[in-house]
């Protein structure tokens, strides 16, 4: 039977509303306030954020100009030690015109600079580019703008940067750097002069690019003067910004930080600005590194991101007055209505959270609560006595229920309400999820809880359904369900969606490609820049990699940090899968844009196949984790699967257990390479390099088990046998031809840190009587800054038994000229990276000339690797290289095979 009414009393109708009308104006009013305060907070932190961005950016924008700035500096030292060694050598202090050519060169080369000029130690210019013979040049040391500087840096013997000034020879502004020359004893003997072009307002230091509304300068701190500023004031000339100092309160300001680094508001009187500045102090060089903005334009961001705030709140004010118009409309209206319903009707129904409709038996709505109204978008009145449930229904789940109960009940069933309630007829409650449909037309799912009315006598007097949209339900168990197999930040599979792929395409006997992704120097964006940025940029990851793998059905993965994988069926070639890597890549190089910066990113990737590499899922993804760091190590940025990487593979463990009965068994022995005196044209040394006579896998090259011995102390014993044999071999070529042969042989950076290295070189010398100084050892330049002060100790102790020694593939690592003055050393080999292709590279052809000079300077004796052809050979006698090393002189040979040549007098192409 329908739901009974009855009228409430007026009195406390009337009673009721009033309060309800003063709620509404309490929500309504406590609404406002939370808006206000909620958006002053949003002020607040806007403003916050604003300047946090700031001071991110330009500390950034300011650590990228600073190591440019270094970069810069330590390259022209460089350029202009080694300028300057080939100008003395040209002995340009007394005949100027021997260097003429060679400083025009250098100046059509860096066009950067202004000029470059030679100086003596008493500050006469003595040459000086782009000005001609014969013509008066200034005296550095008496000239106001240039005394200062010229004097510090022969008093501190090292690079200075001098304030800037208008050179009158060129007639543009400068800022000049003044480089001493050492001698042997370390003494200056002259001073290198380069100077910035400062005319167009920018210089070889700058950032191409800076971002928008971002100023950069360089500042020399001893004298507060301006070496670059972009962009130039309109308003100032180039004599008002580089002529004068810093004003002195901006000058305090920043020395009362007391810091290398900062981040300050300051107020510039020359451009009358204030700004917000982040400096970095280069105390090397004497300069201040910083970037800027105006106050002004962080403001306008400010304001910029307070757009929306304010709409919003405006928007907010706008929808709660219309709102409360309207809910205090809706409220009379139902207070007219409640007057007719109990307070047990009102309770029960009105304050169910779910929808409750009653029926009479044929179906037409007698009751519709409140939660009703909300679910369905519809009003009581439109629907009681006017429709039936079914309208809130999808027809097809309604035409496909009836079927269902046509099958079950064993009768037709029409399409309609009987549909819904077929069952409650004979006392089955029942209970379902449906479809249903809001008077907008939206769709969203319902649990629906149908039951039969029944009177006295048990006959059906109406229905009444219970509804709960499960949308959120249904919506969290999806999430859940996703959230199982994804990434929460990218959205990407996850390593368990990965894992049951690769499960499924190996069960069905597909062929597959796996690649394995990892970003190069991701922890420095979320060092630098924080997590926050680090994470939005991997987000813009998954979109760049599927751009470039479209058409080919690849899962893309995301194994946790800034690891990810993809992987892609039905193709297992090796050339197919490098195209779509190098595709990946060239994707990536693209600068991403994260919170108006502009981020460079690269990365490595292995690739593994199946079935070629394994069948088990797991392997398959450690053997892409294998390749990818050897991508990584050897800096190539893409590796397929070799076993000869994996160091864990059965054959490499078998390999290093076989190693050391191969010392035991004589299977190793040593290849002799020559090397030629360019002052004889004679054979002067050979280069013991040794090699593996494996019983079953053939002649086997150091690459292969080198790097095994290295991590294991098998390295001890292989060195001692490779000098036993060195040395034996000696002997016996002394034997042979009356007269001594040097012979080197290479330490590894394991025997740097042994103090048994000694005492086997000792023993290995008095076995075979040799004499120390006809070996040589070889030290790699990365192995000896491996560990730095524990080598020198050792190579001292080396060097005091009459040792000769030599740092190999110069040029390669990261030692200083400095360190390397402090170490025994007499010789210096150039690697064949900068040799092999001098004769058409002229940037090559220049470090190779500079090193040479330089180690000559030093009294280091040069051995150039990698010569393979005449005109190599002839450049490097020009350049006056001691020695050199090469297939052009003889591969590496066996002694017999060497002396069949006509070892040592080899004939010489």
């Not at 590194?289 to 991101?305: F, G, H, P, Y």
Request: aromatic share 6%.
């Amino acid at each position: 039977m329908p739901l009974p009414r009855h009228a409430l009393p007026h009195t406390g109708h009337t009673r009721s509303a009033q309060q309800n009308e003063a709620s509404l104006r309490s929500l309504q009013h406590t609404f406002l306030l939370v808006l206000v305060v909620v958006y002053l907070l949003a002020v607040y932190v806007i403003w916050q954020e604003t300047l946090r961005d700031t001071r991110i950016q330009l500390t950034h924008v300011t650590a990228t100009l600073a190591q440019g700035v270094r970069n810069t500096l330590k390259q022209h030292e460089l350029l202009l030690r080694g300028l300057g060694s080939e100008l003395l050598i040209l002995d340009a202090l007394n005949h100027p015109e021997n260097g003429r050519g060679l400083i025009e060169r250098m100046r059509a080369i860096d066009t950067g600079m202004a000029g470059f000029a030679l100086a003596r130690t008493d500050g006469q210019l003595v040459l000086v580019s782009q000005i001609p013979a014969g013509k008066a040049l200034p005296n550095l040391a008496r000239t106001p703008e240039s005394a200062d500087s010229f004097q510090l840096a022969v008093a501190r013997k090292q690079m200075v940067l001098g304030p800037p000034y208008l050179m009158p020879a060129l007639g543009r502004w400068v800022a000049p750097i003044r480089q001493p020359l050492l001698d042997v004893s370390g003494r200056v003997s002259a001073v290198m002069i380069a100077g910035y072009d400062l005319q167009d307002g920018s210089s070889t230091w700058a950032q191409p690019e800076q971002p928008e509304g971002v100023e950069t300068a360089i500042v020399i701190e001893r004298s507060g003067r301006p070496v670059h500023l972009n962009p130039i004031p309109k308003q100032l000339s180039l004599a008002q910004i580089y002529g004068r100092p810093l004003a002195d309160s901006t000058r305090k300001k920043i020395a009362e930080s007391n810091t290398d680094k900062g981040f300050l508001n300051l107020f510039f009187p020359r451009v009358n600005g204030s700004y917000y500045l982040a400096f970095e102090r280069l105390n090397e060089y004497g300069l201040i590194v910083s970037s800027m903005k105006t106050q002004r334009t962080v403001v306008m961001l400010w304001l910029e991101r307070l757009i929306i705030p304010t709409a919003l709140l405006l928007l907010f004010l706008l929808a709660s007055n219309l709102t409360y118009r309207r809910a205090a409309h809706r409220q009379a209206k139902a207070d007219q209505d409640i007057a007719a319903l109990t307070v047990w009707q009102q309770t029960v129904l009105d304050s169910a959270d779910y929808s409750i409709i009653s029926t009479d038996t044929n179906g037409t709505i007698v009751s519709f609560n409140t939660a009703a109204q909300r679910m369905f978008g519809y009003s009581a009145k439109d629907v009681i006595g006017k429709l039936t449930p079914v309208r809130f229904h999808d027809p097809n789940e309604i035409a496909q229920r009836a079927a269902e109960l046509s099958h079950e009940l064993n009768r037709a069933v029409t399409p309609g309400f009987e549909a819904i309630v077929g069952q409650c007829r004979l006392g089955i409650p029942e209970e379902r999820e449906w479809t249903c449909l809001r008077k907008d037309g939206s769709r969203f799912p319902v649990r629906l809880s149908v039951s039969a009315l029944r009177g006295a006598n048990e006959a059906v007097t109406g229905f009444v359904g219970i509804a709960a949209d499960i949308t959120e339900r249904n919506r969290a168990a999806a999430d859940q369900a996703f959230h199982a197999h994804h990434d929460a930040l990218t959205r990407l599979a996850n390593r368990n969606l990965l894992q049951i792929t690769l499960d499924h395409y190996i069960a069905t006997e597909t062929p597959l490609t796996l690649m394995l992704l990892d970003l190069d120097r991701f922890k420095e964006v979320n060092d630098t820049l924080g997590h926050p940025i680090g994470d939005a940029l991997l987000c813009q990851i998954a979109p760049r990699l599927e751009s470039a793998l479209t058409g080919c059905n690849a899962l893309i993965a995301r194994l946790g940090g800034d690891e990810f994988t993809v992987l892609i069926p039905g193709r297992d070639h090796q050339a197919e899968a490098e195209t779509f890597a190098r595709g990946l890549l060239a994707n990536l190089a693209v600068p991403f844009q994260v919170e108006q910066m502009h981020l460079e990113i690269s990365a490595s990737i292995g690739i593994a196949f199946y079935p070629k590499d394994s069948t088990d899922p797991h392997t398959l993804l450690r053997f892409a984790d294998v390749a990818m760091y050897h991508a990584k190590k050897r800096g190539n940025h893409i590796e397929c699967y070799d076993p000869a990487y994996d160091e864990h593979t059965p054959q490499r463990l078998a390999l290093m257990a076989e190693l050391g009965n191969a010392i035991q068994q004589q299977q190793l022995e040593l290849h002799y390479q020559p090397k030629l005196d360019l002052h004889t044209d004679r054979i002067c040394g050979v280069e013991a390099l040794i090699r593996w006579r494996h019983p079953t896998q053939g002649l086997i090259y150091p690459d292969a088990f080198i790097p095994l011995a290295e991590v294991s102390d098998v390295i001890h014993p292989l060195t001692r046998e490779v000098l036993r044999q060195a040395l034996r071999q000696q002997r016996d070529w002394k034997r042979m031809f009356d007269t001594p042969m040097p012979v080197s042989v290479n330490l590894s950076a394991r025997n740097l840190i042994d103090e048994r290295c000694v005492v086997a070189v000792s023993e290995a010398l008095a076995e075979f009587d040799a004499n120390p100084g006809d070996l040589v050892l070889e030290i790699t330049e990365t192995a000896l800054m491996h560990e730095p002060e524990r080598a020198a100790q050792l190579l001292n102790d080396i060097a005091a038994l009459g040792v000769k020694l030599s740092i190999d593939d110069f040029g390669t690592g990261y030692s200083s000229l400095g360190y390397l003055r402090r170490l025994p050393i007499g010789e210096l080999k150039i690697d064949r990276l900068f040799v092999q292709d001098m004769v058409g590279n002229e940037q090559d052809a220049v470090i190779v000339r500079s090193t040479i000079g330089l180690a000559h300077n030093l009294n280091l004796k040069v051995v150039a690797e990698g010569v393979e052809d005449a005109a190599t050979l002839d450049m490097l006698r020009q350049m006056g290289c001691d020695q050199i090393q090469g297939y052009h002189i003889g591969r590496p040979l066996a002694a017999e095979a060497l002396e069949k040549l006509g070892f040592p007098d080899l004939r010489i192409p």
